[in-house]
């Protein structure tokens, strides 16, 4: 247990994240992975190739005549100290005549890197440092997936007394940019959970569901129940050995599926367990080995055909939640039909926000 904990704050009028470039820009470079594991010249070699004017110009209208000091993303991965995002920092601030600053760093490390949803909303990153009361701040990152750790970042600055007045990150999902939930998400989820999910919310992380990104709120809209996005976070946390609260409080015990169908309750295993314990589970179940089987070629797809990792583990969990869906709903997930399952289609503006 930790005595820190993830942070949000109100949006406010919170601008658009500013981004350069696509999720498959980064780790087509030759100097990725070492960049990725710590190596800041492989780092500052990629920030200084890919960093665009448009993107310089694009931050400068953003703080117009204000000076903030650019804060990196300071996290430490699986595979060492990302270094992308601090040399992104030293280009941008470069290039701007801004500082960086260095002593805002994140207090531990929580594995969000080509993390799926649940782990994403169960596990957000908390901050130490010092931050200057009403010093504007500008964020940087290496990529914008839901947003969660840049809106734990900005919230751990807010709640001292800094403002910070945006973020830059070298890639993003187009739909990602308007981080803020909408008001619309808001009625759409309070329509389908009422007040349940905001009460379950604040009780859990000590925030409202009103802090959240639209991308973050977008996976509570769709859950089949309160139940069910407690079990899944729950699940999430134990994983990854959190099985008490980072805010210090237990967290929730894992509920049973009492209260769901039964193919409501085949459909959460589904978006949590392994084929292997699937099949293990529901034997001779010809819903779940079709789903599987479905599942395991949309997996071959996306290794083959997809090369981006962020965008692989987006392509692979739509699919994984799609199949669910059809669980949850009584409906198949034949075999005739896994080509139409896992050829990526077009996404309407609104699923672009959710992921």
Do not use: C
Not at 27 to 36: G, H, L, T, V
Not at 143 to 152: D, I
Not at 207 to 223: D, V
Not at 273 to 296: F, R
């Amino acid at each position: 247990m930790t005595e820190h904990k993830a942070e949000r704050a109100p949006w406010g009028d919170f601008p658009a994240v500013v981004r350069n470039g696509d999720l498959k820009d980064l780790s087509k470079e030759p100097e990725y992975e070492a960049a990725k594991h710590g190596d800041p010249a492989a780092a500052l070699a990629i920030a200084r190739r890919l960093m665009k004017p448009e993107t310089v110009d694009s931050v400068k209208a953003m703080i117009g005549d204000q000076k903030p000091k650019v804060v990196p993303v300071l996290a430490v991965e699986s595979g060492g100290n990302n270094k992308i995002p601090l040399m992104a920092a030293h280009v941008l601030a470069d290039r701007l005549g801004l500082e960086v600053e260095y002593n805002i760093v994140q207090a531990e490390k929580v594995g969000r890197t080509n993390s799926n949803a649940d782990h994403r909303l169960a596990i957000n990153p908390a901050f130490v440092g010092e931050v200057e009361r009403d010093q504007p701040y500008l964020i940087v990152d290496d990529t914008l997936a839901m947003g969660g750790t840049l809106a734990s970042l900005r919230g751990y600055i807010e709640n001292r007394g800094g403002k910070v007045l945006g973020a830059a990150v070298m890639t993003a999902h187009p739909g990602a940019v308007d981080m803020p939930v909408k008001p619309q998400m808001l009625a759409a989820i309070e329509q389908k959970h009422g007040k349940a999910m905001d009460e379950y919310w604040r009780s859990t992380f000590d925030y409202g569901i009103e802090q959240l990104t639209q991308g973050e709120a977008g996976h509570l809209r769709k859950a089949l129940s309160v139940d069910a996005i407690r079990d899944r976070i729950t699940a999430a946390r134990d994983a990854a050995g959190w099985g008490v609260g980072k805010s210090g409080a237990e967290a929730p015990e894992r509920p049973g599926q009492q209260d769901l169908t039964p193919e409501q309750a085949k459909a959460e295993d589904f978006r949590q367990l392994s084929s292997q314990e699937l099949l293990k589970k529901y034997p001779g179940d010809k819903a779940i080995q079709d789903a599987a089987s479905v599942y395991a070629v949309a997996d071959k797809f996306a290794q083959v055909n997809i090369q981006d990792d962020a965008e692989r583990g987006r392509f692979v969990d739509s699919v994984r939640a799609r199949l669910a869906d059809n669980l949850a709903l009584g409906k198949d997930n034949p075999a005739p039909k896994i080509a139409e399952a896992v050829e990526p289609k077009p996404r309407n503006h609104e699923d672009d926000l959710e992921r």
